[in-house]
């Protein structure tokens, strides 16, 4: 615990159900930080000396963050329930999810939360790198579970020829309640952008199969996975199995 700084709360945002996004600043000078890294934060009155992670989900300034969190447990709700004004101690960014090429092609395949990195890395990079494709594959339950539904909208809409977006929705893709229409099949919006909706397997998960797809003509690829520990395992074996060279697949679990 002795890299552990204090951060100020600046602004608390509800992006789903039970999804929100902290804004975080420090008042001196961080370490120069990148989207795909973490923090760590401490609340050791729950038990939890060690702490517990949460990625960077866009990088405001180089004092100022956002961090992304699912309510889940006692850990998760302790840190929704702070307000602005509020102090928080935790760890400088750190962490090794990032590619260090700045020509490479992204490919993200995230579940739920694990978007988290996965929205800094994007933003990122189509600000610093904007001819790099970047093609995003992203499984949720349902359609009100999609976070940062409306900025993948806007994204894809101002990056037409750079950033591809694939949404999964397991559970409800008949729901009509819905910001993206709703309908099984594929609709090629008018960004030339293709959105899928409902299951497409089984379980209704990514198939790899259509990552591998979508990959074979990208310059360079690079396979960056975010969700649970079964998802990142059976990605990580899937695209293997499909052929992706294991140094082209950087894995961040979160548990
Ligand atoms: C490198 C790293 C980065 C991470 N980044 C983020 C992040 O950006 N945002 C974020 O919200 N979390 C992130 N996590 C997970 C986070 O650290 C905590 O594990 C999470 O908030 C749950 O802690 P908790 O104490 O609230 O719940 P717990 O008490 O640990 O869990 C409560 C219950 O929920 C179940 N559960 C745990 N995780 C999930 C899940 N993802 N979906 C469904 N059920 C689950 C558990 O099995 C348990 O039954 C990250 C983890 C790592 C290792």
């Not at 866009?58 to 006692?74: A, E, H, L, Q, R």
């Not at 850990?75 to 329930?81: A, E, R, Y």
């Amino acid at each position: 615990m002795e890299n552990n700084i204090t951060y100020t709360i600046q602004d608390i945002k509800k992006e789903t159900e039970n999804v929100f996004t902290l804004t975080l600043s420090y008042d001196g000078n961080l370490p120069l930080f990148k989207a795909g890294q973490f923090i760590t934060v401490f609340f050791p009155e729950t038990g939890h000396v060690e702490g517990k992670s949460y990625s960077i989900s866009n990088i405001i300034s180089p004092n100022s963050f956002t961090i992304t969190i699912k309510s889940i447990g006692v850990f998760s709700n302790k840190l929704i329930s702070l307000k602005a004004g509020d102090k928080l101690s935790a760890s400088f960014p750190y962490g090794y999810f990032y590619t260090e090429s700045d020509s490479s092609s992204l490919v993200l395949i995230s579940g739920g939360i694990g978007i988290a990195p996965f929205k800094a890395m994007i933003q990122e990079s189509l600000l610093k790198t904007p001819n790099r494709k970047i093609i995003l594959f992203y499984s949720n339950k349902t359609q009100k579970d999609i976070i940062f539904k409306n900025e993948w909208g806007q994204l894809t809409e101002k990056y037409p020829e750079t950033f591809k977006v694939n949404h999964y929705i397991t559970q409800d893709y008949k729901n009509s309640n819905c910001v993206i229409p709703a309908q099984a099949g594929i609709q090629v919006l008018n960004t030339g952008f293709q959105i899928k909706f409902g299951m497409t397997t089984k379980d209704g998960r990514i198939p790899v199969a259509d990552i591998i797809e979508q990959s074979k003509n990208l310059s360079d690829p690079e396979f960056f996975l975010c969700g649970t520990i079964p998802f990142v395992r059976d990605y990580w074996r899937g695209l293997k199995e499909g052929g992706v060279p294991e140094i082209s697949i950087y894995t961040e679990a979160f548990f």
